[in-house]
């Protein structure tokens, strides 16, 4: 039985393929679903971020929102085909019940030229010199600590009250 449903599917790109050019890159995303039968609804740039972590040496990516319905059978393949596009550093498809009207807004201008080449952090200051530590040290604590294992014992016995 075929079921057709709504998908999100957000994928992060890696902007060395980006920047060699940001539509037949899109083409070619939107070309890998239509592979699988999916019929693309929308299609289009979300946003180019700095990554908290690096992704294949990759400190920044660039976001491509698709909507899409298709039969649920197909997912597998389709799914496999992302997971081996070199173009794709992550992805994320969930079910959707329902596309947002911002969805087929036009999608805005987009320089490639504007991405920063890297913005890695810069690199942290120097640490200072270690300190060396003598090796007698521990022989003062050590007897510290013998003067304070003095014990005192108190008895107190009540004879009779």
């Known amino acids: 039985m075929q ?3 709504t998908y999100e599917c957000m994928c992060l790109l890696d902007n060395r393929e980006v920047r060699k050019g940001w539509q037949p890159l899109k083409e070619a995303m939107l070309g890998l679903f239509q592979k699988h039968g999916a019929k693309i609804l929308s299609g289009k740039r979300w946003d180019e971020r700095r990554l908290a ?3 294949k040496g990759q400190p920044r990516g660039t976001y491509l929102l698709i909507y899409f319905t298709a039969d649920t059978q197909g997912l597998t ?3 496999r085909d992302l997971q081996f596009n070199e173009s ?4 994320l498809l969930v079910d959707c019940d329902e596309v947002p009207q911002t969805a087929y807004e036009p999608e805005g201008d987009f320089d ?3 991405i920063p080449a890297d913005d890695a952090p810069s ?3 120097e640490a200072a010199p270690e300190v060396e530590v003598s090796s007698t040290r521990g ?3 050590e007897a510290a600590d013998a003067d304070d294992t003095t014990e005192t014992t108190e008895s107190t016995t ?3 009250s």
């Not at 794709?88 to 992805?91: A, E, G, Q, S, T």
């Open 112 to 114: 490639v030229n504007a």
């Open 88 to 91: 794709l550093l992550r992805y």
């Open 158 to 160: 009540e004879a009779g």
């Open 3 to 5: 079921r057709t449903r």
């Open 53 to 55: 972590y690096s992704i």
């Open 77 to 79: 393949a389709l799914r």
């Open 123 to 125: 690199p942290a200051p």
């Open 139 to 141: 022989a003062g604590k």
